[in-house]
């Protein structure tokens, strides 16, 4: 039987931000960042970004930390439909400090069951993080 470690506690604040993002309406691409707060041991929202693209999130993602990113998408399907999935997108680059990645590592479990989707992917490079390569991921 395996469990996992929960290194980082999700207090009520993150809870509330994951619920309010999840269930606005919006009809635009919107990123809620998480990170780890190291001295605290607790995960806490970084940002929350309305109208954003991948590539301009690679931009403001920072490239040698580790971040949990809740990414609603508006899809444009071949025969007209629009949805809008949302992911739960882990990103830990290689080059971040091992304490940080196990920390990441601890918590992304108890976190994605938090935000409750199903859509999940992992991101080693911010240059992968790309909307060719969600469009894929989500076909």
């Not at 009520?12 to 605290?40: G, T």
């Not at 954003?52 to 490239?63: K, R």
């Not at 609603?72 to 990645?101: A, V």
Request: hydrophobic fraction near 35%.
């Amino acid at each position: 039987m395996s469990q996992s470690v929960q290194v980082c506690d999700i207090e009520d604040d993150v809870r509330d931000a994951i619920k309010k993002f999840r269930f606005r309406k919006s009809e635009l691409n919107s990123a809620l960042i998480l990170k780890v707060n190291r001295e605290q041991q607790r995960i806490c929202v970084d940002d929350l970004i309305e109208d954003v693209s991948l590539d301009d999130l690679q931009e403001i993602l920072p490239g040698h930390q580790p971040r949990f990113v809740v990414y609603s998408y508006k899809m444009e399907h071949s025969d007209g439909r629009i949805s809008y999935p949302m992911c739960f997108i882990y990103i830990t680059p290689r080059d971040s400090q091992m304490e940080l990645q196990v920390m990441y590592a601890g918590t992304k479990m108890a976190l994605q069951r938090e935000t409750n989707l199903t859509r999940v992917y992992e991101v080693r490079e911010l240059e992968e993080l790309t909307e060719e390569w969600l469009k894929e991921k989500l076909q």
